[in-house]
């Protein structure tokens, strides 16, 4: 089972172990909102989760669920609310939802965290 990194794919007791062995953890964040009419909405999720993938192969890490919604982009850099499918959640919403995550990771003994953001902004 060494070759299945998603963390959400491993029974519990393999996570346990792979934990307990020091493998660090990636956190993929990404937003799911429009990028033109010719892309999928959820490309700030494909991309972080992806080089998290690719990365925790190489060096035998784990990759936590991508949390897929974030703050909402300005209008005039291309998102905002008027796009059907852009789904948006609050900065201080998002902020304590990573921050949770990484807490409940960390009392499950994960020491080494890595956090990858899609949306940039």
């Not at 660090?24 to 959820?42: D, K, R, V, W, Y």
Request: proline content about 7%; charged content about 20%.
């Amino acid at each position: 089972m060494k070759d299945r990194v998603f963390l959400a794919e491993l029974p519990w007791p393999e996570a346990e172990k792979r934990i307990a062995a020091g493998a660090p953890i990636f956190l993929p964040l990404g937003s799911t909102e429009q990028h033109g009419h010719h892309m999928a909405m959820n490309v700030d999720v494909v991309l972080p989760t992806a080089i998290a993938e690719t990365v925790a192969k190489q060096v035998g890490g784990l990759v936590a669920p991508t949390i897929a919604y974030g703050n909402r982009s300005q209008p005039r850099t291309g998102g905002g609310p008027a796009f059907p499918g852009t789904i948006n959640i609050t900065a201080h919403t998002f902020s304590l939802l990573v921050k949770d995550v990484i807490c409940d990771l960390y009392r499950q003994k994960v020491r080494r965290i890595v956090v990858l953001n899609g949306h940039y902004e």
